[in-house]
């Protein structure tokens, strides 16, 4: 039996199908179903059933899965002691964080990281699922909720402002909120939004991404609750009121990580842009008056 061979056992069993668990993995179908002939062939025992064009796993399969995410958290381990050996900023660091975040606030300062770190690869990862970093599907994160406990360090880094803003060329009488479609009507910006549509009787537009809904208030559609630091820095959008609500940022990293100096590097340079996310024209008077711009 080759770990290469488990390893497709287990992407399959978390995925599903043969289809999904070959994207997962970069592979054609065919080369997904031959592996895991291999590791049926290798073990004599059938390891899946098709259900309803799910491959479920059979009591043999339970026990090969079990014993496949042991093996991988074993080989996980090796990596991470062995990368930990090279104590020099270089290689690659998967970074995953929210949209908004990777877009408007990671890409922009992005040049600064290479320019100190010219050895440095950043994967970032833009995804609103929380990914996983025990699996190594990501090195560090940032999340816009409080982490559940597991194997990774996860500290309270910064706050997400937000505030409401509309189009600058309209006023704000009469405009439809724009918000977050049904699936993520959780979030607490949607339901900050949702409270104040029932409260004015209007019917919002819905959308499924931050940014989609950036660019519909720029465009004239109606207003929304953005972050502040995206809205005070696009000029066809004006304010309304103060911080209206605001999200703490949390930031992850696998434990046997945190000490490798690429990993470390990452950190800092994230560490360095979390005072942007906060109110901006407040921040802004606050340097004023100690000084650090001129008025």
Known sequence: MEWSDLRY???IAR???????ARRLGVNQTTAARRLAAAEAALGARLFERRDRVLSPTKAGEAAIA??????????ALERGVGGADAA???IVRLTAVPILANRLLIPAAPRLFVRHPHLCLELIAEPRNLSLTRREADIALRLARPESGAALARRVGRLDYAVYRPRRRNADGLAWITYEEGLSHLPQAR???AAARAEDTAPLLLNDAEAIVQAVRA??????LP???GEREPGLKR???VALARDIWLMVHRDLRAQARIAAVIDWVMELMPMCRDVPRMRRSMERSGMVRR
């Open 240 to 242: 309304l009121g103060r």
């Open 228 to 230: 502040c630091f995206v």
């Open 89 to 91: 900023v270089a290689g």
């Open 192 to 194: 900050f939004i949702a």
């Open 15 to 21: 995925a599903g199908t043969l289809a999904a668990a």
């Open 67 to 76: 014993r496949a995410a042991q093996v991988e958290q074993e080989m996980l």
């Open 9 to 11: 056992v287990l992407t």
């Open 220 to 225: 004239g559609l109606g207003k929304s609750l």
